[in-house]
Structures are given as C-alpha cells and as structure tokens.
C-alpha cells in the first residue's frame, strides 16, 4: 500500500499503514488461540462421566517465539518482591528515575563492559581498542525497542536511508518505516552475515546511481533469525568502513551471551574509535536488552551506549517519549551481575546448547550412516540450515526442492512453501514454528520468505525434543510426499 494512500479515517495513519504486522506474534496468537480450543475440548471430555482421562489438555509446544522459558533470576526475582513489600522509605516509591536510569545500574553496565570485553579477557590484542563508556552516555531503556525508537529517532530524519540485512529482526524495518526513513536492503552472503564487503558494494552501487547515500545501519550478531554471528575481525572492518563513510552503525548486541563457542563474542564499542580523527566514538551506538541472556523479556529493560554527539538529544527524547525505564525492572536488574546470577543464567545457556544439538541432530547430512528413519530426510545440515553460531534459532531454509506450486483448477494455486508447512505443522502436530515472511526482504524476488522458516529453541529440552519428534514423522510422511506428488502432477518447482 502506498504510503501516499489518504487516510480513510477508519484505519489510523498513512505511514501506520505501511508497517507490516510482527507475524511472530500473529503465528503466537494462533498457537495461544489452538491452546485455548484443546483446552476446552479437554475440559468436555473431562465433563462426560464415561471419560477417565485425565492426563490435562495436549500443550502446543512452543518453538516460534523468541523468549527464555526460564523466566528471571532467582536474586532479581528476590530483589523485586523486596522492592515492593519493603516499608516505604522515602527512597523506595518505585516512582520515577532520571531519564537515563538509575546510576547505579548505569555503573553495572559500564563494569559489565570491562569485565566482559576487557579484563576479563586476556586473548586478543583488540582489547586495548575497547572505548569504556563514559555513564553519562549509558541509557536504561524500555527493552532494546525502546532503545530503536529513541536511536532511530536522534540519529536519523525522516527520508533518511537507513541499511538492514535482507534477512534479519522485522522490527529494524517496520520501525525505520514507521518514523519516514527509507531502507537499503543489504544482501546478506552465503554466511547469511552482512560485512564489510556487501555494505560497500551497496554504497559504491549507491554512488555509482547518484542514489541518496547510507546515513545508517542497524544489525544483530548474533542474528535473529540465522544465528550468524560476525567474528571480531568482520565487526572491525564494518565500524571502520561506518566510521570512514560517517553512517552510525547500530549494533544490536541483544543475543551476547548465547554462543557456542564458534565464533568470539566482539562488542562493536571495541572498535568504535577506529578511522576517527579524534580517536572517540562518533558513529557506533550498542544497543543491547536484559531479554535474552537476562532471561528478563517481560521486565521491559534494555540499554544502550551512545556517542556524545547524541546524548541529549536522546536526554530530551527519552524524556518525553518514556520518561524513564519501568523503575522496578532496574531496581532489581541490579542483580544481575551477581556470581549466583550469572552462574543461574550460564545453566540456561547450557540448556540452549543441549536444544541445538537435539534440533541440528535431526537433520541430514551427507555422511550420515545411522538410522535415517529419526532425522528430516534429504533437509541437509551442510545446505539447508544456516550457522546457528549464537542466539536461540535454527534458520532453515527448504530451497527449491522441497516447495512447489500446485495449480488446482481455475486460477487458485495450493502453495506448499514454509507458510503452508508452517501452518500445517501447527494445525496437525500442535508444533508452532515461525515463517521467514517475517524476516525476509518483501521485496525479494526468489521469494526466499515463502522458503524458509525459523526455529526457536529457548524452550526446555523435553518440548524441542518432543516437537523435532513431531516434526520429523510430519515431515517424512506428509511433506516430502506431498511435494513428491505435486511434481509428479507436474507441479511448478519455483515458487513466483
Ligand atoms: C535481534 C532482536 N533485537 C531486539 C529484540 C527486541 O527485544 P526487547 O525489546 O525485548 O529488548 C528482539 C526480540 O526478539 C530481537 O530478536
């Protein structure tokens, strides 16, 4: 819909209009709405004096959604009770805090820096590049969401360009288009990672069409959706190719934490003095959330490390738009540096290195020899799933192979593309897994949206495993037969 379109009156703003949905949250919505409906068929069941059964309503396991099942730290869920429950003090109102946050939990965030980043590594020589962040440029915000609208807002205008990974976290988009900006869609490379290499290709194709140049760029490593995670090497060169063309790079560093070895852990502030004249950070903002590694994604708490250039304005934005971040959540994030927290929260990481493997086990490979009646047969590990380095995703994507158009008489079309099969899995097996409409470039023309899908596994062991189970007989006796057949009819491959 253009965003020219008048507004009917009916259906909020023009460039409201525009913003696509987060369809995380519509696959959500289904699966919660499926829940409901097992639960009240169990509960008639359960009504009828013939029935015995009662094991409670079949649960739609969860594996769309980004979000620790874990729930927060012990000493933070602690700290919050006592918050509330202490007699009130005159310091203890849970009213506002400075627009920035809480001092306190602004210091952790600064030690968590050098603890993380600095000191607390010993390796490499990049260290000594780190910029420790001053407090003053360290803001609490409402979730790292918080922290897009309050960056995007101060860093950019309306029409600006702004690059986003082809395949990477919707909201970058819907946001950026929410307030004006237009989008330069980077291509991401067979590492499905953006670097260097295709940012400066974009530009220089830029320059090359007199096209309004980059004014800035926003991405997750490690990724959501793909898990790719860019090494410290790659990290550098795209601060200092930002740095030389002057585009503020957003680096959201949310998944940090959640890795598995593959790849080094780097925060873009190590490098964000790099081809500046006056060696301090102009152009690099971290954005990072108690979400994830946290465990915390209800208590709305993120922050972010500003250069100074944009420090008041974001002052006066987060003023007026939030006034502060929920003043509860950061009383008690101020235990999450904590060794008992810490130690809790390594269990949960060790947990999402047990679900990798449950998930990554069940596909092909090409020098499998066990018993291939347990794994999604010909959907190879070497080709079909991206790395899985870091985060909580398993990105698969289904090729040309296993997708097809199947015309059905008039001008309708059965489309078996990972919508449908996403559809389908949620339908028949009760699994809810998230299509990769949701991350992909609209635009694309291959399409790739229809062809892949995501796996979240923060869920617990027990329920990934039970859904892979589900998964692999629904893929191995409905799909592939399907999509064998719908060739047979002579089904298009391509999907259009
Ligand atoms: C890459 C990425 N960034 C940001 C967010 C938003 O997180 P929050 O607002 O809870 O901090 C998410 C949520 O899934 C995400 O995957």
Redesign the pocket.
Known sequence: MSSKKKNDGNSGSSRSQIVRSFK?MDVMRGANELQEKLNREHAERKASPETTDDDGPEKVLHLEV??PESGAPQAVASAAVEALTMPRAKENVMGYTDAFGLTDLRHKIRQHYIDKYRSGDKEGSNNDALQVPDVSQIVVT???????LLAFTACFDPKDTVAIASS??P?YRNILQALGCSIATVGINDEYKITATELEKEIQSRKQTSSPSIKGLIL?SP??PTGSMLTPQELKELCELCNREDIVFMS?E??HGISYGNVKEATALQYAAGNTKSNSNRNIVV?N????YYSM?GW???WMVVPERFVQSINKLQQNMFINAPTVSQTAALKCWDSNTIEELETHVSKYRANRAAILNRFDTKDRSDDTQNVLKGLMLETNVAPADG?FYVYVDLGEDFVCMEPSGDNNETVLDSVKLCELLLEREHVAVTPGIDFEDPECPQNLGRRRFRISYAGGTQIITKAMDKFVGFWNNVWVPSIAAAKKRGSKRKLE
């Open positions: 995380v980004g979000q409402t979730g790292s969401s918080g922290a897009f990477g976290y909201c997750s990724s959501n959201d949310i998944y954005i959330s108690f979400s994830k994604p709305r708490l993120g985060g």
